[in-house]
Nanobody, 115 residues
Framework: QVKLVESGGGLVQPGGSLRLSCAASEIIFVISRMGWYRQAPGNQRELVATISSSGDSTNYADSVKGRFTISRDNAKNTMYLQMNSLKPEDTAVYYC????????WGQGTQVTVSS
């Protein structure tokens, strides 16, 4: 079973930036299309960005397009989410998984955008 560990969250002011990391325990990561998800209190988990196995194809939800950048380093079994121009509505717990949410979910990392 693949283990996913998210990190890099925190408290940031509106307009600030954060970089999230997702470390996968198994080599199968390198052949998987991956995604970042988020879940705000009272809301369903939503997919915000995906990246192909090679990293040359990405997609973003309209709500984060132009502000967030997804990337990956297959040599390190790690994926990243660079978040810029953060807004209070970006506040959520952020998770990583395959683009289909196939693996077991990790604990996530809390992102809070507040002044």
């Amino acid at each position: 079973q693949v283990k996913l560990v998210e990190s890099g969250g925190g408290l940031v002011q509106p307009g600030g930036s954060l970089r999230l990391s997702c470390a996968a325990s198994e080599i199968i990561f390198v052949i998987s299309r991956m995604g970042w998800y988020r879940q705000a209190p009272g809301n369903q988990r939503e997919l915000v960005a995906t990246i192909s196995s090679s990293g040359d194809s990405t997609n973003y939800a309209d709500s984060v397009k132009g502000r967030f950048t997804i990337s990956r380093d297959n040599a390190k079994n790690t994926m990243y989410l660079q978040m810029n121009s953060l807004k209070p509505e970006d506040t959520a717990v952020y998770y990583c998984n395959t683009a289909q949410g196939f693996w077991s979910w990790g604990q996530g990392t809390q992102v809070t955008v507040s002044s």
